[in-house]
């Protein structure tokens, strides 16, 4: 499995960025996505997740209403859109891929590089 994330960057606090993460080895629609990140000194936290099969969205509370996950089984690949993006947004952000297929309670296997995003004030 590789999991090649991009779309990060520089931006100013309220602006908008969308990640993208592009799958590869397993057939992409069977497996829950997610997106994590780690802040500088700070442990890897979770942003976000979505079902195998894109009904189900999760997130952290602190990303709430400003974050969108989706995902195009077509093209293999998961996004996240982040409007509204705050100084405290930021940080590496890692796509993240669950052990098992059409499962409901995901375990994180396989990440992505990262992708930076710096959001200033």
């Known amino acids: 499995v590789q999991l090649q994330a991009s779309g990060g960057g520089l931006v100013q606090a309220g602006g908008s960025l969308r990640l993208s993460c592009v799958a590869s080895?397993?057939?992409?629609?069977?497996?829950?996505m997610g997106w994590f990140r780690q802040a500088p000194g700070k442990e890897r936290e979770f942003v976000a997740r979505?079902?195998?099969?894109?009904?189900?969205?999760v997130y952290a509370d602190s990303v709430k209403g400003r974050f969108t996950i989706s995902k195009d089984n077509a093209k293999n690949t998961l996004y996240l859109q982040m409007n509204s993006l705050k100084p405290e947004d930021t940080a590496v952000y890692y796509c993240?891929?669950?052990?098992?297929?059409?499962?409901?309670?995901?375990?994180?296997?396989?990440w992505g590089q990262g992708t930076q995003v710096t959001v200033s004030s």
């Open positions: 993240a891929q669950d052990r098992l297929s059409r499962s409901s309670s995901p375990k994180w296997d396989y």
């Open positions: 080895g397993r057939t992409f629609s069977l497996y829950s």
């Open positions: 979505i079902s195998w099969s894109g009904g189900t969205t």
